[in-house]
Each structure stands twice: as C-alpha cells, then as structure tokens.
C-alpha cells in the first residue's frame, strides 16, 4: 500500500515538493521565512529614502510681487494694485510652512504701504502748490 505524500508547488519553479520542506529541491529557493539565508549575506538590502522638500508658492508669490511693488511705487494706481496684490499672497502665505518668504512679504509690503502714501502725500502737496 502506497502512502499519500501532501506536497506543494515552490513558487519559484513551480515544482512539486513536500508540505513540509523549508527548501526546494528542485530550485535551493528557502520555502519560508529561516534566520539565515544565504543570499541575504550577498546582497544587502539597501533602502533609499527621498527628503520631501516643503515649499511656499504663495508666500514666495507675495514676497516678490512686495518687492516689484518696492520698486515701482512712484506709478500712481500700479502701485496700489502691486501693493494689494502682494499683502493679499504674503498673508495667505503666512499659514503654511514654510513662512520665512511669506512674513518677509508681508513687513515689506507694509513699508510699501506707508511709502505709498508718503509718494501720494508729496504729490498731493505739490498739485495743491500748483493749483494755488
């Protein structure tokens, strides 16, 4: 009388081998998971871990457009727009990180501000000296 042997398929060749074996005979492939494996001595496993960068695009938005309103402030109605446009980014940009650009934006689109009005003020006195 024969006795029934319970096999397996090795799922790296796909040969017939016993329930019970830790190696494949057909293929030297480890069955299931042994402390030492051979090849694991040959190839270490090397893992790569990319560092996500975090950026600010509204924030760096609102600190250049503060900047270009910095230097074009002497243009009556551009300026107000830059300016605006500019508090409006920086102060969006000011609740994600990173905020470095985005408060930077916003203390100089402040003094932009306050140049704005000193430029108008000046205008605003030397129209009122020439209508007089």
Not at 25 to 42: A, I, N
Not at 60 to 78: D, N, Q, R
Request: with cysteine; glycine share 10%; aromatic share 8%.
């Amino acid at each position: 009388m024969e006795k029934d042997i319970i096999t397996k398929l090795c799922p790296y060749c796909g040969e017939e081998v016993s329930l019970k074996a830790l190696k494949c005979k057909h293929c030297g492939e480890w069955l299931d998971e042994t402390p030492y494996r051979e090849e694991s001595v040959s190839q270490p496993q090397v893992i790569v871990k990319q560092i996500e960068r975090k950026t600010n695009g509204i924030g760096t938005a609102g600190f250049v457009i503060s900047l270009v309103c910095t230097c074009l402030s002497w243009l009556p109605g551009v300026n107000l727009v830059l300016w605006f446009i500019g508090l409006l980014l920086s102060f969006v940009g000011m609740f994600k990180r990173p905020r470095g650009l985005a408060i930077a934006g916003f203390i100089i689109s402040i003094i932009d501000f306050i140049l704005i009005v000193v430029i108008l003020g000046a205008i605003g006195v030397l129209l009122s000296g020439l209508i007089e």
